[in-house]
């Protein structure tokens, strides 16, 4: 493996993105004419065993520190290797509107290895295309390689960039069921006829993979966030106070993203059986 950070720069005619090996790690897109719609902070932070922040995140194969029991359980890294590790550049699969990157469990340290929920010996290997156009399509596909069901956790934990998360409203999650992870046990809530919105801390784990908007007043724009392959929708932004204590974030730049991800946990965790595969797809687009 290629331990070096190195960042991809694509512009086509369509849109801007910048990827990076480590995480395969789309760092942020514009379609053409349009401000930035996957968000960035102002300083991105590249250390060998530490995440990104910001862009999209690849969680796997545990979300937070993973579930196993019907309990919140204790894996280490935390959200999962994916995103801490140097992915493979696939040169070949590669153009200017499509990037490719792959990643094989006989690279991952045996001591990661054994929390998988399903056996501590996972075969797989994981491929992850980014199609950068007027649309952003992200597509996780993890193979099964071996002779038993690999049980996983999966998130594409996008940030999206808005003028202001206390003005911004998730539609299409109305009446959807919830775990609100904000408050003690996680206990189940349902979501009523109105829109999500963000004033204090807001981590939620919906029931649902509807087709989302996300409405920005302020930057006056609409982002459409579909998926397929996913059971379920995280919404979270930490808010003012969590937010200004994230250390690779500057004072209040919380404010400037909502991160809507595709999601497969807890109760929806994936089961691949053996030689068989499971994709997890994210696409966003703009309207105004
Ligand atoms: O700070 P990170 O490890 O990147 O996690 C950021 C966030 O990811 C997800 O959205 C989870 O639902 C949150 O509970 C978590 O705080």
Redesign the pocket.
């Known amino acids: 493996m290629n331990n070096t950070f190195t960042i991809r720069d694509i512009v086509n005619e369509d849109a801007t993105a910048s990827v990076s090996d480590y995480g395969a790690h789309v760092l942020s897109w514009a379609p053409a004419g349009e401000q930035a719609v996957v968000w960035r902070p102002k300083a991105i932070y590249l250390k060998e065993g530490t995440?990104i922040?910001g862009g999209v995140?690849i969680i796997f194969p545990w979300?937070?520190s993973g579930f196993e029991g019907g309990h919140v359980a204790s894996k280490t890294p935390?959200?999962g290797f994916a995103r801490n590790s140097f992915w493979h550049y696939d040169e070949e699969g590669s153009s200017d509107v499509l990037l490719r990157y792959t990643l094989d469990s006989s690279e991952i340290g045996a001591d990661i290895l054994s929390q998988f929920v399903s056996g501590p010996n996972p075969q797989f290997h994981a491929v992850y295309t980014i199609e950068v156009g007027r649309e952003l399509t992200m597509s996780l596909t993890v193979y099964n390689d071996g002779d038993e069901p690999l049980s996983y956790e999966e998130?594409l934990?996008t940030y999206l960039q808005v003028g202001d998360a206390e003005q911004s409203q998730v539609c299409g999650l109305e009446g959807a069921d919830y775990l609100d992870?904000v408050l003690d046990g996680d206990p189940r809530c349902s979501q009523g006829d109105e829109p999500v919105t963000f004033q204090g801390m807001v981590?939620r784990?919906y029931y649902s993979a509807d087709t989302l908007e996300l409405r920005d007043p302020v930057l006056q724009r609409t982002i459409i966030v579909a998926k397929q392959g996913a059971a379920q929708t995280?919404v979270?932004n930490?808010g003012e106070q969590a937010g200004n204590a994230?250390g690779d974030l500057g004072d209040g730049e919380w404010r400037g993203c909502v991160?809507v991800?595709a999601v497969n946990n807890r109760d929806c965790a994936v089961v691949v059986p053996p030689h068989d595969s499971h994709t997890l797809q994210q696409t966003l687009a703009v309207k105004h």
């Open positions: 995440a922040r995140p979300f937070n935390k959200h998130a934990h992870t981590d784990i995280v979270w930490p994230i991160c991800e």
